[in-house]
Structures are given as structure tokens and as C-alpha cells.
DNA sequence: CGAAGTCTTGAACAGAATCAACTACGGTGG
DNA sequence: CCACCGTAGTTGATTCTGTTCAAGACTTCG
């Protein structure tokens, strides 16, 4: 892959940044030992790189280490729609297990670290291991509950309140996984990613966005997304529905 | 469970409906055994009945065996928006593995007879098995799969568009499943279950559907739908991305 | 037959898209 | 160091897709 740089002396994983964080901070420890036996190396990948194109048939799986990356679908006519922002801890591509191919597209939005595995190696691992099994269901299951939510976003709520879920969403994620400073976490998302992802378009977003910073639930730098009324996003986004 | 009617005298796997099905059709036979012997009965469940409801603990999940049945979320103020029509053969609630509560609730569409299992005693056969494990994981793939491509359909395609997706998609899985004939699928579907799953209002409903009969590309009875022109269907769906 | 649910059609309205001009910014190169 | 360029963001005017509100017709079923 032109676009991946692969680095195939491993550094240890007693270091790795995720470690503890989303998917790796529910393993038991003798299973997260047996993951990185499998591991295969980091590798590097340049913001606004392609990490995975629809229809390619691969073998390796990735957990993102570090910056960010999105899922999307390419219409035709070149619409496009994010299906999911992508965090370090998280896995990506892991579909491939189970199927040859993806009907999705994966890019890098930030400069973004990757750790590599076989698929048929991780598979291998699951089938020997239960309870990673199990672990590995959950995280499933939880991904297609964000989906079912993410799905009543765009089909049944307005611009504004979708925006405030979003933002509520990606807030609370980045908190969860120690980003936060104070009420202020990284944001490198640009107005075209929130308006494909939140099925809009970038003029919209803009006056969506300029809204909540004049009432003062937001404020958003070029980097950073700071949340000064918590509440209020709730009450605008007509809550509800969350991932617990 | 007021709704749900058990019967505790199971009927023989060996006539079940779905055998051969959806997933049941992709089980090694031992496995099939095996899950059978953790059977716990029949249930029916009456038209317009609810199935689960949002938050409910349980210790059940089902198969459907006959009769189709949605997944929905509804919003504060009544909005409602239906994840995924569930059809004969599908798996359902089978999240209750891995987590307590879902956030969304389940309905019968029609009359609906269900096969029901403990989600524990699953949990336990999956850890059992690992080869049963690796088809449920590509079951679940396959499902988030389904509703990226339908993510993309509210954000980013025409009411059209929308619903011209919708009704092959709907129409292929019915076909696959040997529901079809000829050109016509069951259909017990109302335009505000439409309204509902595509994101829209039933009276707009109305006037795509009377574009798509006008065009002659289906036709829409009661209780059946015929898709006499499936190229031109899936030519104004812009189709594209599918599951397969 | 009546009643409730379902579907159709029309007219007015609204939310978001589109089109277009303009501003702010960061990097590049002269 | 500044002029220039391309990208990203803002703002306004207009258009369009889909909603809302409302009335009428058609089914289905008790």
C-alpha cells in the first residue's frame, strides 16, 4: 500500500497509548498477551490519506494508536456520507474476519498511527480464546447500537438537533478516553466532514454552528471544541437515546 | 411477558421454517444440534404487539420463525424511526448477549411466531463453539453492514432515491429467502411504516410510490409488492453500494 | 351499516440546498 | 517581508424538496 508506511520492528506494547483505553481496557490481561503476540508492527498513515478503498480485498486489520480517521460511503455523483469517526483504541476494517470485502472506504483525517494484525490471525486468536470472543461481540454490538442511533439522527431529527448530538456524542467519547481538558477536547473535523457525516450541507453547517456559538453552548477553534452548557446541548439535541 | 404467548412443548427442529436459512443456512450441522438442544419453545406474538421495549432486561432472545417484525427508536415528541424490518430466519435481540439493555424496542408487523433461546445458554454455546461463533460474527458484520448503506440513504439520497433502495433491497432479501412469485413479494408493510423507516412523512410517501407505479416500475397491492422493472428500480435508487 | 384506520390529493409553508460573492487564514515563493 | 494563492469559512438571496394542514375517498371489519 503506497499510503502505508509499515514499520515491521514493533515497539513494545507495554507503551502503547491505547492500552487500557476502549476495546483493550475490557480484556483480561492473559488475552491482551496473546494479542500482542500477534501483532504485526505500527505503521503511519498521512492526514487525508485513503487507509482502506471499497471493494479491496485485504488481510490485515488495524487498531488506531493514534489521530484520527473516518468511514464513509461514496455515492455516485460523488455525495458522500460518514458513517463513523474513528478514535484511537478503535478497530477498524475488522468486517474483513468475516467477509472479503467492505462496502466502505476508510481515511486517515489526521496524521494517524496504526497497529497491524492478520485477520486470519485475529480470527484464529478468537476461536481459540472465548472470552476475547465475548469481548470482541460486545464491542460489535455496541458499534451497531451507535449505528441504530446515528440512524435516527438523520432520519428523524432537525439540523440543529443532530448537530448537538453529534457534537454531545463526540464530546463525551473523547472524555471517556482521557482527551478532555477541562470542557475543551481536540476537534480537527472541518465544516465538509461535519456536513457528510451529519448528512448536510457545509453552508448549513456554518449556520447551525454560528447559532450555538451565539447562545453560548459552544465555542470551536480551528483545533479545539470546548462545551460551556453540557445540559443545554442535551435539551437541544431532544436527547435520549445514548450508547449506555 | 404479556404479549408474548409461550409454549413450552417445542415443536420438532427438523420442520422448523427457517431451516436452511438466513443464518441457520450457513451453520455446520453439529452446530445446528447443538442449538437446538438449548431450545427453549415457541412463542407468538400477536399483529401490532410489542416484542421488547426500550431498556427491558431479559434473559430471552428470539428467532423469528414466521411473520415480520421491526426494530425502532422513538424520539421525544413522537418521532419514530425504524432501524430494520426483521423477516423469518432473523436473529433478534441477540445484543442481550453482551449488554443489559437496548435502546431501541422491537414490534410485530404481523402475526409473528418466535423460537426462543436463553441469551445466556447462547453466550455459552458461542464459547463453546468457536466456528458457530465466527458465523454469528459475520451475521453481525453483515448486519452493520446494512445499516451503513442505509445511513448513507437518509444522508445522502432523494426521497426517491430512498425508496427505490428501500423497496430492492426489501424485495431481494425477500426473494433470497424463497418468498417470491415471480416478480412478487409479501408486502404487509403501511406507508407510515415506510414514512417511518425512510425518514419521511406518509403523505410524501404517497406521491414517491404514485411516481414509481406511474413509471410502472412496481406495482403495490395491500398485502404484495411487484417489482415489474427491477433495472429501472435500481437505476433510480443511483444504486451502487449493496450488501453483498 | 357505521367506525376506524388507511390512502390520496391539494394548497401553503418551512427547512435546508443551491448559487454566488466575499472574508479570513496559512503557507509559499519572490 | 510582503504579495500571492488556494483552502476554509461566512453571509445573503433564491430555489426546491419535503412538511404541514386539511379535506375527501376507499378499505376492512365488527
Chains 1, 2 share one sequence.
Not at 494479542?35 to 487525508?48: A, F
Not at 442511533?149 to 432520519?155: N, S, Y
Not at 440543529?160 to 478532555?180: N, P, Q, T, V
Request: hydrophobic share 40%.
Amino acid at each position: 500500500m503506497a499510503s502505508l508506511n509499515s514499520n515491521h520492528v514493533p515497539e513494545p506494547c507495554a507503551s502503547c497509548p491505547v492500552k487500557g483505553h476502549a476495546f483493550y481496557g475490557l480484556c483480561r490481561d492473559d488475552d491482551l498477551i496473546e494479542i500482542s503476540r500477534i501483532r504485526k508492527g505500527n505503521s503511519l498513515c498521512l492526514k487525508g490519506r485513503p487507509i482502506y478503498r471499497e471493494g479491496d480485498t485485504r488481510d490485515e486489520i488495524y487498531v488506531l494508536l493514534d489521530g484520527w480517521a473516518f468511514r464513509y460511503i461514496l455515492l455516485p455523483n460523488g455525495r458522500r456520507q460518514i458513517l463513523s469517526f474513528l478514535l484511537p483504541g478503535d478497530f477498524m476494517l475488522f468486517p474483513l474476519m468475516f467477509r472479503k470485502r467492505l462496502p466502505y472506504s476508510i481515511q486517515a483525517l489526521t496524521n494517524v498511527s496504526l497497529c497491524i494484525f492478520s485477520s486470519g490471525e485475529m480470527a484464529d486468536l478468537l476461536a481459540k480464546r472465548p472470552p476475547l470472543a465475548h469481548q470482541f461481540g460486545s464491542a460489535c454490538a455496541n458499534e451497531t447500537i451507535g449505528l441504530d442511533i446515528r440512524l435516527a439522527d438523520l432520519g428523524r431529527r432537525t439540523a440543529d438537533e443532530r448537530m448537538a448530538h453529534f457534537l454531545l456524542s463526540i464530546y463525551e467519547r473523547l472524555k471517556k478516553r482521557g482527551y478532555a481538558i477541562g470542557d475543551s477536547v481536540p476537534f480537527p473535523l472541518r465544516l465538509h466532514h461535519l456536513a457528510d457525516a451529519l448528512g448536510l450541507t457545509a453552508t448549513h453547517v456554518t449556520r447551525v454552528l454560528a447559532a450555538l456559538k451565539r447562545q453560548g453552548v459552544i465555542s470551536l477553534s480551528q483545533t479545539r471544541l470546548t462545551v460551556h452548557d453540557e445540559g443545554e446541548l442535551a435539551t437541544i439535541a431532544m436527547a435520549s437515546p445514548s450508547a449506555e
